[in-house]
């Protein structure tokens, strides 16, 4: 396969699925700039990278906090040079903005119920998914203006096309990266960077097993919802997500893409579930 030969910049670097696309990366001939809010997380996945034969440096900082980009920006371009390529992989849930019910019954169910939420918890979810995909971009895309092959590529989610239960904050939050994935398209079409996203159906990794599978390795009463409503009837692998990012990520591929939010789900997008 042709080396893709640019310099990309991975926010949410030592999560499961952006360390699948780092090493990945590395692999296709792209010089790393690893942000992420671990500084030991990203050393180790840094050397795991160059003994591979790989490129990356790492920058410890969080997605939320202009200071801290704007610090890793200047230290960037001075490694590695500008920014080709923007993959905004940091996000995730939190409890504070999560039900403990899939449906409010007064009186029955677990608490927290949706009338117990805060706004506290919605902002923390709100900040690291949404503002937390905007800011990268405000801070990185200068540098990809009327650059040829210069692309940025956002995280969503299915919980986007469809909210799942019991996690409001984060369904509302990765629906508006999707919609903030097509306006930043149109923005910054006539200098010429293209805006995609990947929604990741349901991935089994090693961190989330023990979650969606019992001891016995059967699916877990919500996993078994998940895999209902998934016609190949099975998790992702996280490695099923590379060719999605590999196409996106690579004009010669992608050339004329971009406001696309591309569902990597086994289906579930597809299945209304009659």
Same mark, same amino acid.
């Given at each position: ?8 910049? #991975? ?144 995280? =969503? =989610? ?89 196409? #996106? ?22 299945? =209304?579930?009659?």
């Amino acid at each position: 396969m042709t080396q893709l030969n640019k310099t990309v910049v #991975l926010t949410g670097a030592t999560g499961v699925l952006c360390s699948e696309f780092a090493r990945f990366l590395a692999r296709s001939g792209c010089r790393l700039a690893l942000v992420a809010r671990s500084g030991e997380k990203l050393a180790a996945l840094r050397e795991e990278i160059a003994a591979a034969g790989g490129v990356a440096f790492c920058y410890a900082a969080d997605v939320t906090n202009k200071e801290q980009l704007l610090a890793a920006h200047r230290q960037i371009v001075q490694d590695l040079g500008p920014c080709e390529v923007l993959i905004n992989g940091a996000g995730g849930n939190h409890p504070a903005a999560t039900t403990g019910s899939e449906a409010y019954r007064p009186g029955e169910g677990a608490a927290p119920t949706f009338f117990d939420l805060t706004r506290a918890g919605f902002s923390q979810v709100f900040d690291l998914n949404l503002w937390g995909t905007v800011l990268p971009c405000q801070i990185f895309a200068p540098d990809m203006a009327e650059r040829p092959g210069c692309s940025i590529v956002n995280i =969503s =989610s299915m919980a986007a096309f469809s909210p799942l239960t019991k996690t409001p904050a984060y369904c509302a939050a990765k629906a508006g990266v999707s919609n903030f994935t097509q306006w930043l398209a149109v923005h910054l079409a006539p200098c010429g960077v293209r805006v995609n996203a990947i929604a990741p159906g349901f991935f089994l990794t090693r961190q989330n097993r023990e979650l969606l599978l019992g001891p016995d390795g059967t699916p877990a009463p919500r996993t078994a919802k998940i895999l209902a409503h998934t016609p190949m009837g099975r998790l992702g692998r996280p490695e099923e997500l590379l060719g999605a990012l590999r196409f #996106l990520v690579d004009e010669r591929l992608s050339g004329f893409v971009t406001g696309c939010v591309l569902p990597v789900d086994g289906g579930f997008s597809a299945y =209304s579930g009659v």
